[in-house]
């Protein structure tokens, strides 16, 4: 058994030339407005080869953030088989796609207390291997180990959303924007591989969707492995550190963050969950719909982490969250009034706009708290009431569309979203930090 050590640990500390001990430096006041995660002069994008335990880190991440979202994404391209093979109705199989969300948001407070109580490496460990079995237990016989199996899943991957931000803030200080952009462009890229081969991963396995869905598991699997050297240190947040929940709820800050990353949510789930079928009702077959949905998403990855990387490094993050929300608007604008004159440049308007904002919304959570502890409880708060709202997208472009025969009524709504998070965005940006962190 190991034992536990203090937060500020050597592994997070950048490279330089030896110092004498000297007493820790006093925390900021509350009235301080310069962010902690930028005390010290953004370094070089990576650290020396030699470290060799920072690398392993970065791979730990890697395959941890690449077992995150193919839970999610992997379903959607089976789920008619599934619901033939299963005998489901409409409304279970639309809770099987949103289930996964809604444990994003009502699981995600838990993780701070699970972090303090058996620390953030063994935390993210444990979590990683209950999706591994989750995504197992799915593959069941009949509904009800096909839901249990999801709400595993859909929970474990909740506690693990809301400790890697953290976790990174800790270890990269001087590179919080580059490693988060790394980190969400593992999570993109592996949710649409997901999408684009669990059906061809079922045909050859002769499994059918389960076959598809099987694998996803494996990746998870890979990333328990990956994970087994950070068990040697176990470290845990403070627990006299400043604030709490209460104190959060009452920071208009921590309001402005979840805003601006609750509804870049809400716009994105509507939008994966809707854009094919926007596209196929102006005539698109279904395969050139799924590409362009492929387009948006791939396109997501460079953008989301260039612009995330500079941001990072900037004293403030205002002008990359309002241009890149007025980015994906004018995406949604265009598909709301013209869906048929260029559907490759709204897809690929889309996808940049809503690549950077994921990203960016999780370095503004980081950078706006001043410890791990507050990174925690901000990413909690963020996380728990973003993914609540980011649920009710896809059914409320549903309904309108039902209500209205068209689609312009739902992206209208997004639209008119939109510049609520482009104001949200570029008031959460400002160079300060939450008091309460």
Known sequence: MTSERPLPTARAAPPGPPTTPASPAPPPSSASTEPAASAASPSSPVEPAGHRSRWLLVLGILLVSASLRPSVSSVGPVLADIKADLSLTSVQAALLTSLPVL?????????????????????????VSVIALGLVVRLGPNPFTLFVGTLVAGGAVAIANVL??????????????????????SMTLTSTIAAAVTVPLGVVSGLGWRGGLGFWALPAAAAVVAWLPQLRDRTTPPTTAAGGVGALLRDPLAWQATVFFGLQSCIFYATIAWLPSVYRDQGLSPTDAGLLLSVTTLVAIPSGLVVTWRAGRARNQRAAAAGATCVATVGLLGLA???????????VIL??????????????????????????RLSAMVQSIGYAVASLGPLAVGLLHDATGGWAAGLGVLVGLG?????????????ATV???
């Open 351 to 376: 996808g940049i706009g809503q690549g950077i904002t994921f990203p960016l919304a999780l370095t503004i959570l980081v950078l706006r708290s001043r410890s791990v502890a507050g990174t925690q």
């Open 337 to 347: 009034l013209a869906p048929g004159a260029a559907p490759l440049a709204w897809a």
């Open 435 to 437: 008091a309460a962190s």
């Open 164 to 185: 890697v931000p953290p976790l990174i803030r800790r270890d990269f200080p001087r590179q919080i924007g580059l490693m988060t952009g790394v980190y969400t462009a």
């Open 103 to 127: 444990c994003f948001g009502l699981l995600a407070p838990l993780a701070p207390r699970l972090g303090r109580r058996f620390g953030i490496e063994a935390t993210i460990a444990a979590v």
């Open 419 to 431: 510049v609520i998070q482009g104001v949200a965005g570029f008031m959460a940006g400002r160079d």
